[in-house]
């Protein structure tokens, strides 16, 4: 059985197409998209938008492969990004980092057993002036940023809110096999 975008997908997938000159153009946007539908972008999927782009897949594997936000693994449900940049660095962002290693049970650059979280340390994420912060990537493709997390009780608010979302959010594992006909 072959990967496929959802209906939605495909609308969007089409709604892209019609924004760019040309299907290279199109291949980074259509690279998010496919994120978002099958969770990661396996060799599998960058063979499926290779046919659908008509584009070679080395064209396909070297756009995918330059990009960090394009994920080559499955990740965590929530992908916490900590910026430790100079402004965060200088407002706690490495401690942040640290607390978030033990609250969520992982290392820098792991994602944890269960597939809800991923950590990562990032450059500067352009909100300097609302350091320390990170950014998490959902695996439903929606992005949020979390700001001044220097602040008392923040961070404890910030992580309820991320446990509370696990549970409406698609697990990038499983993905692949739901998008199959
Ligand atoms: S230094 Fe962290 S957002 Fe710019």
Redesign the pocket.
């Known amino acids: 059985m072959s990967l496929q975008f959802s209906e939605k997908g495909e609308e969007k997938f089409q709604e892209i197409m019609g924004r760019y000159p040309n299907t290279m153009a199109a291949l980074l946007p259509v690279l998010l998209l496919a994120q978002s539908e099958f969770g990661w972008v396996s060799v599998e999927v960058m063979d499926y938008l290779a046919e659908r782009l008509e584009l070679h897949p080395a064209k396909v594997l070297s756009t995918a492969t330059f990009y960090t936000m394009v994920n080559k693994q499955p990740m965590g449900k929530c992908h916490v990004q900590v910026?430790?940049?100079?402004?965060?660095?200088l407002r706690g962002?490495y401690e942040l980092l640290d607390t978030l290693e033990e609250r969520l049970g992982i290392n820098t650059g792991e994602t944890s057993s269960d597939g809800n979280y991923s950590l990562s340390e990032v450059e500067?994420?352009?909100?300097?002036g609302?350091?320390?912060?990170f950014q998490v990537s959902y695996s439903d493709g929606e992005i949020e940023y979390f700001e001044d997390l220097g602040e008392t009780g923040r961070l404890d608010a910030v992580l309820s809110e991320l446990n509370a979302k696990l549970a409406t959010l698609p697990d990038p594992r499983k993905m692949h096999d739901e998008r199959r006909n």
């Open positions: 910026c430790t940049t100079l402004s965060c660095a962002g500067c994420l352009a909100s300097c609302t350091a320390p912060m």
